[in-house]
Nanobody, 124 residues
């Protein structure tokens, strides 16, 4: 069992930045690939970014490429999402997820553990 807790969300103006954190506990964090997903009201859950268990492989949704950066610190059992140049359309609940086999994926169905989420609101 893996427990995930997100933090760092909030209200920011368009063009601003936020850094989300996801702290993991319960199992060996370095065995898991990690992902960030988001869901806006009335919309389906959307892939944002994923990182392999050693941090070498990173993938991003086209909508955030060049603006968001995913990273991880296995010594701290934490994955991060640095979000720059935020846009109103980035407004959503952001959730981190863990995938045991360590391989990145953009499909939420591949992830077995999820955090509760943190709200990000970008005002225009």
């Amino acid at each position: 069992q893996v427990q995930l807790v997100e933090s760092g969300g909030g209200l920011v103006q368009a063009g601003g930045s936020l850094r989300l954190s996801c702290a993991a506990s319960g199992r060996t964090f370095s065995n898991y690939a990690m992902g960030w997903f988001r869901q806006a009201p009335g919309k389906e859950r959307e892939f944002v970014a994923t990182i392999s268990r050693n941090g070498y492989i990173k993938k991003y949704a086209d909508s955030v490429k060049g603006r968001f950066t995913i990273s991880r610190d296995n010594a701290k059992n934490t994955v991060y999402l640095q979000m720059n140049s935020l846009k109103p359309e980035d407004t959503a609940v952001y959730r981190c997820a863990a995938r045991f086999n360590g391989i990145t994926s953009d499909s939420p169905d591949e992830y077995g553990y999820w955090g509760q989420g943190t709200q990000v609101t970008v005002s225009s």
